[in-house]
C-alpha cells in the first residue's frame, strides 16, 4: 500500500458481496484504504462467476467492483476460521458488511462482541430498509430498492399501454447504497478522531435512493397545494392526471422546472440511440430563437415567457426536431451549445466505453489482469488535485489469504494447517 493516499493506514474488513457494499469499499481502495475482500472458500462472491464471458476467469460483474483489494478466504463456521476473524477485528478500523439482518449475530459476531473485541471498530452495514421499518425482514435488490424508495412509480410513461412504473437502468439501489455508505465511514472515522470511540453505520437501500428523488418528494408536497404540477408535460392538456394529487410519471421532463426532451437526429430510424436530449431553459431562450431562426418568438407573448410556452412545449420541441431531422446527434450538439444551450447527445454504453475524454480524465480505465489479461472498468468519478487514483485488478479467490494471516502473526506451518482444515 502506498502511503501517500489519504486512506492509507485505515484498514478495512469487507464482508460485502455483490453490488450495493462492493462499490463502497472499493471507492475506499481506490483513496488508499486497506481492503482484505473476505470470502467463502471455494465459491467466493457470487459475481465472479455471474454473467461470465470468459469461462475460466472472474466476470465482469465482480472485477468492475473489487478492484485495489486483497482478497481472503476464510470458513468463520471453523474455531480457526472465526480465531482469524477476532484478530482481523481487533487490527483493523472498519468491518463493512450486507448479509441479511441478524447474520453477523448467528456467527457470534454481535455488536457488542465486536465491541468488546475493538471499541474503536466501525461496523458499516447496507440495509433493505431502516432498523424498526416494517419491511425490515424483507430480502432486497436492485430493483425492489428503486420501487420501495419513489423513483419507478415516478419514471416513464403516464399513458397508453407502456404507461406502468419503470426501473432505471443505473444502479439507484446499489452503487448509490454504497456511496452513502462511504460517505457514512468517512463521517464516523472523523467522529472516532474527536470521541475515540466506534459507532455503527448503516444505509438502507430504500432510504439512498429516496434521497435521489428528493425533487419527486418536492413536487408531491407542491401537487398536494396547488392541485397540479406546470412544468410536467401532462399541464395543461391532460389535467386528469394530477385528479388523485399522486406524482405522477414525466417520461423524458426535466424535474428542475426548465421544460426538457429526448429529440429525435438524422438517423433514429435505425439507431436507437440518435438523439439529444434539450432543456428550453428561461434566460437561454432568445439564443434558442436565433439557433433556430424564429427571431418572431421574441416577442410573441405565446413564446416568451414559461407560463406562454408550456400550454405548446410540445409543439416547441417538435419544430427544435425538424430542424434538427437532418443532423447527427453530435452535429446538433455542436449547433446548440455555440448559443449556451444545455443539451447532450444520447450516448450509449459502446460509444462511452470509446471515448477519448473519458479515458484520458481516467473515468473509463484499462486494468491488467493475471488471468483475463486485462479488463475496461469505471474509474474514479471523483477526482482531486493531489490525488490521482490508480485502479488495480480485483483479487483473485484467496489470492492474499497467506499474506493477510502472516500479517495477523501466523506461521507457515499454522497457515499449511489452516488450509489442510478448510478453514481458509
Request: neutral net charge.
Amino acid at each position: 500500500m502506498s502511503g501517500n493516499k489519504p486512506l492509507s493506514g485505515i484498514k478495512i474488513i469487507d464482508f460485502t458481496h455483490v453490488q450495493a457494499g462492493p462499490a463502497c469499499t472499493q471507492l475506499l481502495a481506490w483513496f488508499g484504504a486497506d481492503v482484505i475482500k473476505v470470502e467463502r472458500p471455494g465459491s467466493g462472491d457470487v459475481t465472479r462467476s455471474q454473467l461470465r464471458d470468459m469461462p475460466d476467469a472472474d466476470a465482469l460483474y465482480f472485477t468492475m467492483l473489487n478492484s485495489n483489494k486483497r482478497g481472503l478466504t476464510l470458513d468463520t463456521k471453523t474455531a480457526e476460521g472465526k480465531e482469524v476473524l477476532e484478530k482481523l477485528i481487533k487490527t483493523s478500523d472498519v468491518m463493512v458488511e450486507n448479509f441479511g439482518p441478524g447474520a453477523l449475530d448467528r456467527m457470534g459476531f454481535t455488536w457488542e462482541y465486536i465491541q468488546k473485541l475493538n471499541p474503536k471498530m466501525i461496523l458499516a452495514s447496507v440495509k433493505g430498509f431502516s432498523e424498526g421499518h416494517h419491511y425490515e425482514d424483507l430480502k432486497v435488490y436492485e430493483n425492489v430498492a428503486q420501487c420501495a424508495g419513489g423513483a419507478a412509480s415516478t419514471t416513464g410513461w403516464w399513458k397508453g399501454e407502456n404507461s406502468q412504473p419503470t426501473i432505471s437502468a443505473a444502479a439507484l439501489g446499489d452503487t448509490n447504497t454504497g456511496m452513502h455508505l462511504a460517505i457514512g465511514i468517512l463521517t464516523a472515522i472523523i467522529g472516532r478522531q474527536q470521541t475515540g470511540k466506534g459507532q455503527k453505520v448503516a444505509v438502507a437501500m430504500q432510504d439512498a435512493v429516496l434521497n435521489l428523488c428528493r425533487v419527486k418528494m418536492r413536487d408531491q408536497q407542491r401537487l398536494e397545494k396547488v392541485g397540479y404540477l406546470e412544468e410536467y408535460p401532462q399541464y395543461p392538456h391532460e389535467m386528469d392526471a394530477f385528479k388523485d394529487k399522486v406524482t405522477p410519471r414525466g417520461g423524458n421532463a426535466g424535474g428542475g422546472g426548465q421544460p426538457g426532451w429526448i429529440l429525435k437526429c438524422k438517423g433514429w430510424e435505425t439507431d436507437p440511440n440518435a438523439y439529444i436530449y434539450f432543456t428550453v431553459q428561461g434566460h437561454a431562450w432568445e439564443p434558442i430563437c436565433d439557433a433556430l431562426g424564429k427571431p418572431e418568438w421574441k416577442t410573441d407573448p405565446a413564446y416568451n415567457t414559461p407560463k406562454g410556452r408550456q400550454p405548446h412545449i410540445m409543439d416547441i420541441f417538435a419544430t427544435i426536431e425538424d430542424f434538427i431531422k437532418d443532423k447527427t446527434k453530435f452535429e446538433a450538439v455542436d449547433i446548440f451549445r455555440k448559443f449556451d444551450i444545455p443539451c447532450a447527445p444520447v450516448l450509449s454504453m459502446k460509444e462511452l466505453l470509446r471515448d477519448e475524454s473519458l479515458r484520458k480524465s481516467g473515468s473509463i480505465v484499462e486494468v491488467p489482469h493475471k488471468v483475463r489479461g486485462s479488463y475496461w472498468t469505471i474509474g474514479s468519478p471523483i477526482k482531486f488535485s493531489d490525488l490521482k487514483p490508480e485502479i488495480k485488478a480485483s483479487p483473485l479467490l484467496g489470492e492474499h489469504t497467506d499474506e493477510v494471516l502472516a500479517e495477523l502473526g501466523y506461521s507457515k506451518d499454522q497457515i499449511a494447517a489452516m488450509h489442510a482444515k478448510k478453514a481458509v
